[in-house]
Every structure is written in structure tokens, then in C-alpha cells.
């Protein structure tokens, strides 16, 4: 069982920036694939960004604003969110799964962090 806890959600405006971890605790992220999902009002989750031990993919909305980085010592992994926009409001999930296989599939991920908001004014 991986128990994760996101933390870094906030209210930000237009163009500034904010970084989110996911803390993972009884299982270190060196045989998992680690993802962030975020659901806005009104929506399905949806994958913005993840990391297997072979590759890092992000969904095109966010690429070249959103870095995602692990470090495996402190079993965190982190979202660096620059140049937010509004459509980037909603509440950002962390998501691991066994295996190198990065997936943009929900289902694909059998366990859940408990989500932060990120709020972005105009």
C-alpha cells in the first residue's frame, strides 16, 4: 500500500508560478511510475504530467510550463508550475502505479493522493 500527500496548492494569478509536491510514504518511487492528474469544475480528471524510470511525458497544454521532478532520496516528487494560466485552475492529484509504464490513463493508477487546489485569478 503507497499512501501520497500533495501539498503547494494555492491561489495565483496570471503568469505567476507555484510548485507542488506529492510526499509518498511505505514505498520509495524507484519501482513506480508517478503521475499528476487534475480535475477542474466540471470535469474529468485528466493526466497533466508523469514520470516512469524510462521517460517523463506531459499533456500538451503544459508543456514547456510544467516541470515534473522526483527525488527518490525524500520519496517526493514535485510539479513546477510556471506562467500559470486560468484554464490551469483545479485540484491537482497525485497518482502512482507499479512498473515503468507511464500511462495517461486513470484507471491505470491504483493509488491516490487526497488532490490541492490551485486556484489561478485573471
Not at 506531459?58 to 521532478?69: C, W
Amino acid at each position: 500500500q503507497v499512501r501520497l500527500v500533495e501539498s503547494g496548492g494555492a491561489l495565483v494569478q496570471t503568469g505567476g508560478s507555484l510548485r507542488l509536491s506529492c510526499a509518498a510514504f511505505r514505498r520509495t518511487f524507484a519501482t513506480n511510475t508517478m503521475a499528476w492528474f487534475r480535475q477542474a469544475p466540471g470535469t474529468e480528471r485528466e493526466f497533466v504530467a508523469g514520470s516512469s524510470t524510462t521517460r517523463t511525458d506531459y499533456t500538451d497544454s503544459v508543456k514547456g510550463r510544467f516541470t515534473i521532478s522526483i527525488d527518490n532520496a525524500q520519496s517526493t516528487m514535485f510539479l513546477q508550475i510556471n506562467s500559470v494560466k486560468p484554464e490551469d485552475t483545479g485540484i491537482y492529484y497525485c497518482a502512482a502505479r507499479s512498473g515503468a509504464w507511464l500511462s495517461i490513463a486513470r484507471s491505470d493508477y491504483p493509488w491516490w493522493g487526497q488532490g490541492t487546489r490551485v486556484t489561478v485569478s485573471s
